[in-house]
């Protein structure tokens, strides 16, 4: 696995600021679909209104999502299903952590850790194999999947030339 992480995942220029929307969101929400161990609502995009988000949205046609992973999860190495990419933001969950890696041989997967910074968006190459180990509280993230020809590359490549 390389040194460098650009071609797993990117820090965008953006700094959001609508955690707090978030939140309440998260709060006043009853049902939360299930899929595996990941309870999930979606997130209507007006509520991006005016963000590079909904540039995002539009351009790439995403789907905004906020995901809960339970406290004490293990999500094993996997490559997403119906999503090249995603843009994602860590709105709780101080004691988790989200990995890229690539199995060298039966015992050891070379990582690489995205570390996420709070309020900062990251774009995901969400067809590499990635994994969450998430302690002891709830794991809530926002992420905007891309799915079709949207691959990671093309996503990147929009995001640096509109300086995201
Ligand atoms: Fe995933």
Known sequence: MQTNTSEYFYELETIESYSNGLLDLINSTKFWF????????????????????????????????IFKLPPNIWYDWHTDENRLCAINMLILGNRSHCFFGERENRDIVKTRE???????????????????????????VLSVGFAGTHDYFTVLQFCKDNKL
Do not use: C, W
Request: charged residues 20%; aromatic residues 14%.
């Open 114 to 140: 995205l570390t996420y910074n709070s309020n900062r968006y990251y774009l995901l190459n969400t067809q590499k194999k990635h994994a969450v180990l998430n302690f002891e509280e709830p794991r809530y």
């Open 34 to 65: 299930q899929k595996n161990n990941l309870h999930i609502i979606k997130v209507e995009n007006i509520f991006f209104n005016d963000s590079i988000l909904s540039t995002l949205i539009e351009r790439f046609n995403g789907t905004p999502l």
